[in-house]
T-cell receptor, first 113, second 112 residues
Framework: EAGVTQFPSHSVIEKGQTVTLRCDPISGHDNLYWYRRVMGKEIKFLLH????????ESGMPNNRFLAERTGGTYSTLKVQPAELEDSGVYFCASSQDGNYGYTFGSGTRLTVV | DQQVKQNSPSLSVQEGRISILNCDYTNSMFDYFLWYKKYPAEGPTFLISISSIKDKNEDGRFTVFLNKSAKHLSLHIVPSQPGDSAVYFCAARGSNDYKLSFGAGTTVTVRA
C-alpha cells in the first residue's frame, strides 16, 4: 500500500508570505495527525483529525495556522502569514486506530527567511 | 513543558556491541510507550512499544524496558549494526489519548 505522502518536501518562503502544506494519508485511515519538529528539538503534536473532524487541536501554536481535511481524505496545513519561528519540519501521520504506532510521512521542511 | 526527555543527544557505539538509549517521562498518566527510528530526510518509523502493564518487550535485536516507579524506559539494541545509525525518538501517550508526546531524540552512530 502507498504510505503517507507529503507535499512539498521543501519550501522556502519569505516572512509574511503564505504557505500550504499537503498530506495524503494511507487510504482508509480515519485518523490524521500533524506534528512539527523545530531546530532539532522534540517532535510536537499540532492536531488530530478523525475523518473530517478536528478531534484535538490543542497543539496549534496560534491562529496563523489553519488545518483542514475536506471530505476526510487529504489534509492541508496553511500558515498565514509565516513568521521566522515557523521554520521546521512538519510531519503528517495517519492511523486506522490509536492502538499502535502511526505511519509518518517524510515531512515538509519549511524555511521562513 | 517537555514531558518526555531524552537527555543524551548522541551515542556512538562499535558494531556488534550493545546500544542503550534512555528516556524519562514526567506525566504519570502515560501508559503506552513507543520508540521510533528516523533516517535523514525520512519520517519516523515505528520500532517497538510497551504497555505500562509490562516491564519488558522484546522484538529481535530490540528490547524495551520500562520502570514505572522511576518513570524511565530504555531501548537496548544488541548487537548494533551499521544500519542502526539513525535518530531514535522516545514517545508516550495516555490510555485514551491518540496524541503522542515525543522526546528530542538521540542520534546513534554505529562504528564499523
Amino acid at each position: 500500500e502507498a504510505g503517507v505522502t507529503q507535499f512539498p518536501s521543501h519550501s522556502v518562503i519569505e516572512k509574511g508570505q503564505t504557505v500550504t502544506l499537503r498530506c495524503d494519508p494511507i487510504s482508509g485511515h480515519d485518523n490524521l495527525y500533524w506534528y512539527r519538529r523545530v531546530m532539532g528539538k522534540e517532535i510536537k503534536f499540532l492536531l488530530h483529525f478523525v475523518k473530517e473532524s478536528k478531534q484535538d487541536e490543542s497543539g496549534m501554536p496560534n491562529n496563523r495556522f489553519l488545518a483542514e481535511r475536506t471530505g476526510g481524505t487529504y489534509s492541508t496545513l496553511k500558515v498565514q502569514p509565516a513568521e521566522l519561528e515557523d521554520s521546521g519540519v512538519y510531519f503528517c501521520a495517519s492511523s486506522q486506530d490509536g492502538n499502535y504506532g502511526y505511519t509518518f510521512g517524510s515531512g515538509t521542511r519549511l524555511t521562513v527567511v | 513543558d517537555q514531558q518526555v526527555k531524552q537527555n543524551s543527544p548522541s551515542l556512538s557505539v562499535q558494531e556488534g556491541r550493545i546500544s542503550i538509549l534512555n528516556c524519562d517521562y514526567t506525566n504519570s498518566m502515560f501508559d503506552y510507550f513507543l520508540w521510533y527510528k528516523k533516517y535523514p530526510a525520512e519520517g519516523p518509523t515505528f520500532l517497538i512499544s510497551i504497555s505500562s502493564i509490562k516491564d519488558k518487550n522484546e522484538d529481535g535485536r530490540f528490547t524495551v524496558f520500562l520502570n514505572k516507579s522511576a518513570k524511565h524506559l530504555s531501548l537496548h539494541i544488541v548487537p548494533s549494526q551499521p544500519g542502526d545509525s539513525a535518530v531514535y525518538f522516545c514517545a508516550a501517550r495516555g490510555s485514551n489519548d491518540y496524541k503522542l508526546s515525543f522526546g528530542a531524540g538521540t542520534t546513534v552512530t554505529v562504528r564499523a
